[in-house]
Nanobody, 121 residues
């Protein structure tokens, strides 16, 4: 089993920044994706990073503002979020899958518990 724990969420003003962290319970070759789910909406794929460090972005709404990275020595994947907007308010999740990146929620067997991000003045 692979366990994932997110942290770094909180309340931030529009235009502000946050860095989310996703710590894996062990070293692995899984691809890690970041997703979010706003109230009343479906879970949305944002971006993904493979074990080799290649990245894919899935959401046009965050391109140029969100950056995914990973530190394999720390078993940690980050999501740097800049220029945050009220529409970015959601619970943010990281998830892991074996066979490379995908934006399909159902293909990720391992999920963290989520961290709340609220963008409001």
């Amino acid at each position: 089993q692979l366990q994932l724990v997110e942290s770094g969420g909180g309340l931030v003003q529009p235009g502000g920044s946050l860095r989310l962290s996703c710590v894996a319970s062990r070293r692995s070759s899984h691809a890690i994706g970041w997703f979010r789910q706003a109230p009343g909406k479906e879970r949305e794929g944002l971006s993904c990073i493979s074990s080799s460090g290649s990245t894919r972005n899935f959401a046009d709404s965050v391109k140029g503002r969100f950056t995914i990275s990973r530190d394999n020595a720390k078993n940690t994947i980050y999501l740097q979020m800049n220029n945050l907007k009220p529409d970015d308010t959601a619970v943010y999740y990281c998830a892991a899958r074996v066979y490379g990146c995908s934006d399909t929620v159902s293909t990720y067997p391992y999920w963290g518990q989520g961290t709340q991000v609220t963008v409001s003045s």
